[in-house]
């Protein structure tokens, strides 16, 4: 198993910046890419990032490239956001996840934290 627990959200104002963090536990060297969704009131859920824990290769979504940085520190089990010229529609709950190797679902998700931006 794999227990992931984010922190690092809250409110901060329209075009600032912020960083998520996420802490992972457990089986990690099953996992081979962790992620970070979000989700906000009435949308569905969108992956915002992933990032491959072997050679670093990240993904973003169009709506967060150039403004969102994943990264990681495979060493401390640890997994970040930074998230900069932030938009009110980002405001949402950010989830970190976990994708063991050999599969393409995120079968671990850490509970959530909310982030809201205020214009």
């Known amino acids: 198993q794999v227990q992931l627990v984010e922190s690092g959200g809250g409110s901060v104002q329209a075009g600032g910046s912020t960083k998520l963090s996420c802490a992972a536990s457990?089986?990690?060297?099953?996992?081979?890419?962790t992620a970070w969704f979000r989700q906000a009131p009435g949308k569905e859920s969108e992956m915002v990032s992933s990032?491959?824990?072997?050679?670093?290769?990240?993904q973003y979504a169009d709506s967060v490239k150039g403004r969102f940085t994943i990264s990681q520190n495979v060493n401390e089990n640890t997994l970040y956001l930074q998230m900069s010229s932030l938009r009110t529609e980002d405001s949402a709950v950010y989830y970190c996840?976990?994708?063991?190797?050999?599969?393409?679902?995120?079968?671990?998700w850490g509970q959530g934290t909310k982030v809201t931006i205020s214009s």
């Open positions: 457990g089986s990690m060297w099953r996992v081979c890419v």
């Open positions: 990032i491959r824990r072997d050679n670093d290769e990240a």
């Open positions: 996840a976990a994708s063991p190797c050999g599969t393409h679902h995120f079968n671990y």
